[in-house]
């Protein structure tokens, strides 16, 4: 069965390392998507691809980054993790002209 | 104003009653939207979609009012595996990209 997929599950790291998550979908979805998740708060949009070489800045952009290489990943980098960047990280899929989006399992990630 | 707003709850409600929810959003140009459920610990799943002439799958049904902008969800008959929390989601372009999700009205059905 197609899937998505999101490793590590959980993550623990210090303040200033670099951590990538990785995100994996079978469904052969063009539109792949990354949010955030904190109380008080609902999904925040990373950043999200229509396909392969493509990405775009979401809300809350700053402190991230995104490469999409093939059609089935998008890998998320905290190029220098920071406290505030403790969440959960939910990757999403859609078909080119589907609206309903397919979410990941998440990542819980813990900056110290 | 929030893009989407919820109220946050917790609804509790005993086992066979039934529920509303309600969601307003500020974009008056919205064209979809949605309702998802996530569980505890767990990922967003989609529930229905909302259509404008409103739209029922078993025990529950979704009504969008564009002049309020404002959509409901009501779950008749709650069931303990009901439990959860509601999201209101929102496209505002209604293309297949981005959507704005509200922070969701949690629900706890009890015996």
């Known amino acids: 069965d197609a899937e998505i997929t999101q490793s590590p599950r959980h993550k623990i790291t210090e303040t200033g390392r670099q951590v990538t998550l990785a995100c994996h979908q079978t469904?052969?979805?063009?539109?792949m998507f990354w949010y955030r998740q904190d109380l008080g708060h609902g999904l925040r949009l990373i950043h999200y691809?229509?396909?392969?070489?493509?990405?775009n800045k979401g809300e809350v952009s700053d402190g991230y980054s995104v490469s999409r290489s093939n059609t089935e990943d998008l890998p998320l980098t905290l190029e220098s993790a920071a406290s505030s960047q403790t969440s959960v990280y939910f990757c999403?899929?859609?078909?080119?002209?589907?609206?309903?989006?397919?979410f990941g399992p998440g990542t819980r990630l813990l900056v110290l | 104003r929030k893009e989407v707003e919820q109220d946050p709850g917790p609804f509790n409600v005993p086992e066979g009653a039934t529920v509303a929810f309600n969601c307003t959003y500020s974009?008056?140009?919205?064209?979809?939207f949605f309702w998802y459920r996530q569980d505890c610990r767990k990922e967003p799943k989609l529930l229905m979609s909302v259509y404008s002439s409103g739209n029922e799958d078993g025990r529950f049904t979704a009504q969008l009012n564009r002049a309020s902008q404002y959509i409901s969800l009501l779950i008749r008959d709650s069931k303990l595996s009901d439990s959860a929390t509601y999201l209101c989601?929102?496209?505002?372009?209604?293309?297949?990209?981005?959507?704005?999700f509200g922070t969701g009205t949690r629900l706890q059905v009890t015996l």
């Open positions: 974009n008056s140009a919205s064209q979809s």
């Open positions: 469904w052969n979805h063009n539109n």
């Open positions: 989601v929102v496209n505002p372009t209604g293309t297949a990209s981005k959507l704005t």
């Open positions: 691809s229509y396909g392969v070489q493509d990405t």
């Open positions: 999403a899929s859609s078909g080119t002209k589907q609206e309903t989006q397919y």
